[in-house]
């Protein structure tokens, strides 16, 4: 994702401790499914009625320090896919690539099954494409990219996703022509997959030819803020500079100043009526109830299907079509940040066809989610823990 910090404070919990508590007048019933996963995001409900997870893994011990801009820059292939099912869970494939980066992890984010046997897997960059060829072999060639995998644990490199971005930068227009690619989601088609890269900030549709092609891209956004209320940010100085006749001009008159944001769009859904759902996180300094899910259809400029969001993380839809969001922090990552605290979450209900949201939960059961699933009997699965190496899990939630 562009515009966002490093989450290198945010420092692992005992989920299975604190999930277990109940929450005092807290309607939805929460159960642990599996615990101890490293880095769990994006589920998906298997044809054989399992939970898969895609683990973004522990990175590694290769690190690197020439890469311009990205600091030090830890690499390993501890990515991995997990399935749970009769209260066991057991990493099917493995050996994918798990990249640190000022503590982050950028791995598997995402999987979506094709068949009985066969998934999608799309895996993070967080990087200008290029920066992949100092990182060793099975990393590097496969850092976001589209991956085909079994269930068997066999898995090939099938689409560079991570290369579109170089090549044809959908978002040029108003990334000033930065290349920075972050694919973050995707759900299977009919004849292909529809991809999120987040860093792009664009919807990707790729054919079984593994051609690429533009569904959408989200523009920035343009929010007002005081010079206090940035300064409060830490954002003050990054937005104009502290000795800019701009900035001097703005403190002293007190004026609203327009600051853009970056979409940064991280999960797609396919709806009922077959349209593509995608939702936002917002880039730094990261607003609370400024996100929002689009609904796009191809050939369509997106239209606003539910606002006054915060962080959304992925999403999914219920047997009745009921919209469910995951929101990694219910308040601005921006206090998760300078906090060194992990995020308490939220997973919102949007009714079908839309309407006013309803929070289901917001509290310490659901830490950090990285990834929701619902099953044909309505029970919401949620990977938690996603920034904690060996600290995630996921739960069942029962309205």
Known sequence: MRNQRGVATIMAVVLALVLAVPATGQEALVEVMATGLDSPRGLAIGPDGALYVAEAGTAGDTCLTDIPGRGRLCVGASGAVTRIAEGQAERIVEGLPSISSAGEIHGPSDISFVD???????????????????????????????????????????????????????????????????????????????????????????????????????????????????????????????????????????????????????????????????????????PVGEASVWRIEEGLEPEAYATGLSNIIDLAFGPDGTLYVAEISADSLMDVFEGDSAPTGAIVAIPPGGGEAETIISDRRVVAPGGIAVAQDGSIYVSTGTLAPGGGAVVRIRR
């Open 116 to 286: 009985q046997e066969r998934f999608y897997i799309i895996t993070n960059l967080a990087s200008h494409p290029d920066d992949r060829a100092a990182m060793p072999a099975g990393i590097g060639d496969m850092a976001g990219w589209l991956l085909d995998a079994a269930t068997d644990g066999v898995f090939e490199p099938l689409v560079d996703v991570a290369a579109f971005e170089a090549t044809d930068n959908p978002d040029a227009e108003y990334s000033g022509g930065e290349v920075f690619s972050n694919p973050h989601s995707v759900a299977a088609l009919d004849g292909g997959a529809a991809v999120v890269d987040a860093g792009g900030n664009a919807l990707l549709k790729v054919d079984e030819a593994g051609g690429i092609s533009v569904l959408a891209v989200l523009p920035p956004m343009v929010l007002e803020y005081t010079p206090a209320e940035l300064a409060a940010l830490g954002e003050a100085e990054e937005t104009w500079g502290s000795d800019s006749p701009q900035g001097e001009q703005a403190a002293a008159d007190d004026e609203l100043i327009e600051v853009p944001v970056q979409a940064v769009p991280t999960s797609v859904a396919i709806g009922p009526d077959g349209a593509y759902y995608v939702g936002q996180l917002v880039g730094g300094p990261y």
